[in-house]
């Protein structure tokens, strides 16, 4: 069974920053790709980001520019950095690890099948 687990979420005000982090099992880390996605009401789960087991990132276009992920392999985490967040980026925000070994980045949920907890994000004045 594998086991993620999220931390950083909180409440920023508009323009601010936070670090998100992804701390999953060191067998886990080495041989599979993870991915950031979001949760609001009524919508499907979204891709964010994802970083590859050889550490390329990729970012969905709606965050380019604002969200960088990177990975710690020391530690057998990955980083999601908000910076500049807006009233529309709220939500929960999960990490998970994908399907297949050595995958590429991909974004769609459905390639995903370890989930960590969650953790919310929530931007407002």
């Known amino acids: 069974q594998v086991h993620l687990v999220e931390s950083g979420g909180g409440l920023v005000q508009p323009g601010g920053s936070l670090r998100l982090a992804c701390t999953t099992s060191?067998?886990?880390?080495?041989?599979?790709?993870i991915g950031w996605f979001r949760q609001v009401p009524w919508k499907e789960r979204e891709g964010v980001s994802c970083?590859?087991?050889?550490?390329?990132?990729y970012n969905v276009d709606s965050f380019k520019g604002r969200f960088t992920i990177s990975r710690d392999d020391a530690k057998n985490t990955v980083y999601l950095q908000m910076n500049s967040l807006k009233l529309e980026d709220p939500g929960v925000y999960y990490c998970?690890?994908?399907?297949?070994?050595?995958?590429?980045?991909?974004?769609?949920?459905?390639?995903?099948?370890?989930w960590g907890q969650g953790t919310q994000v929530t931007v407002s004045s």
């Open positions: 970083i590859s087991v050889d550490g390329t990132p």
């Open positions: 998970a690890t994908d399907r297949a070994p050595w995958s590429g980045c991909r974004t769609l949920a459905t390639f995903y099948n370890y």
């Open positions: 060191r067998s886990t880390f080495e041989y599979y790709a």
